[in-house]
């Protein structure tokens, strides 16, 4: 599994910023890069309003890393994930499943 990591992601890490009305506005800055091994998922349906959405997933392999959380995002292929499951079998790999985040 290692040695397929092909694939090219970015972290990002949330900031919270104040405003001058007591309340707050979160935003994702770029943070690491990683190389992983990055399959397509079965899409999933969102259904908001009177929309119904495809949410595309991702499962991204890639060398263990300590400092990953749910919720997290990363960016793949110029497209936003947010983690929602981390599966690791040793403390040398993680798999991470992503759903795309819409706009």
């Known amino acids: 599994m290692i040695g397929g990591l092909g694939k090219k992601i970015e972290f990002l890490t949330p900031s919270r910023v104040d405003d001058e009305a007591g309340g707050a506005s979160l935003s994702w800055l770029p943070g690491p890069e ?3 091994r ?3 998922l079965t899409s999933t349906r969102d259904v908001a309003g009177d929309r119904n959405n ?3 997933r991702i499962a991204a392999s890639l060398r263990y890393r300590a400092d990953i959380l749910l919720g997290q995002r990363i960016i793949f292929e110029d497209s936003p ?3 929602v499951s981390i599966e690791s079998e040793d403390d ?3 798999t ?3 759903e795309e ?3």
Request: charged share 35%; hydrophobic share 55%; net charge positive.
């Open 54 to 56: 495809r949410l595309r």
């Open 96 to 98: 991470l499943i992503c």
């Open 38 to 40: 990055v399959e397509r």
């Open 34 to 36: 990683m190389w992983a």
């Open 101 to 103: 985040v819409l706009a």
């Open 81 to 83: 994930y947010e983690v």
């Open 92 to 94: 040398r790999r993680l």
